[in-house]
């Protein structure tokens, strides 16, 4: 079973600009969440999707959206680029939203903003 | 707002030594996750504790959930090198969202 894929591994951008990252869960998956990882914040939850729908959502600016497609697979994008948002972005997916399900991460995506 | 602490955020070991990396957390939840992650990696996950009392072991690791203390607890016994990594709990907040301690960077010497 293929496990949650992320892509670009790597990127790198310029303050102002804007960026998506996709993220393909695990088959049959129908939740995908986004998470940040800083050295100095740690990891932090972005959002939700379950079902094309945003779920929940963590304290992060509007700059920070989703979206999610009828086969699951979700996209992330940052819009006018902060040096701030230079981190490893993970998405996880899980079978179901609500009740008990284990969340597997991808590998990330490793973004940085000069 | 749910917050979760770890500690010791950094644990030197010896081979062949026992230790115990602890979590808490600061509401109700009954649902914790410890996960592992190696430098430059993502997370893999280690265990998942769904109830008051719930122990689960796996090698040399071992862990626990005390929902009453809001207490987790990852037991490592005799460390070997291999188990150097940065080790995560994390507690549902709720729907899917976890909230992590800030991460138990494990070295374990020879």
């Known amino acids: 079973k293929a496990g949650v894929t992320q892509t670009p591994r790597y990127l790198i951008k310029t303050r102002g600009q804007q960026v998506t990252l996709s993220c393909s869960p695990i088959s049959g998956h129908r939740s995908v969440s986004w998470y940040q990882q800083t050295p100095g914040q740690g990891l932090q939850f972005l959002f939700e999707?379950?079902?094309?729908?945003?779920?929940n959502k963590g304290n992060f600016p509007g700059r920070f959206s989703g979206r999610q497609f009828s086969n699951s697979r979700s996209e992330m994008n940052v819009s006018t680029l902060e040096l701030g948002d230079s981190a490893l972005y993970l998405c996880?997916?899980?079978?179901?939203?609500?009740?008990?399900?284990?969340?597997?991460f991808g590998p990330g995506t490793r973004l940085t903003v000069l | 707002e749910l917050k979760v602490e770890q500690n010791p955020l950094f644990l030197s070991m010896q081979e062949g030594k026992n230790y115990t990396i602890y979590c808490n957390y600061s509401t109700t939840s009954d649902r914790l996750y410890w996960y592992r992650q190696d430098p430059g990696k993502s997370l893999e996950s280690l265990f998942v504790l769904l109830s008051n009392g719930a122990v689960k072991q796996e090698g040399r690791l071992m862990a626990s959930l005390d929902t009453k203390a809001r207490l987790s607890t990852l037991h490592i016994t005799a460390a070997v090198h291999d188990l150097s990594a940065t080790y995560f709990c994390a507690v549902e907040e709720y729907g899917n969202k976890l909230v992590f301690g800030a991460g138990t960077i494990l070295r374990v010497k020879s």
């Open positions: 996880a997916s899980s079978f179901s939203s609500g009740i008990y399900n284990e969340q597997f």
């Open positions: 999707y379950f079902s094309e729908t945003q779920r």
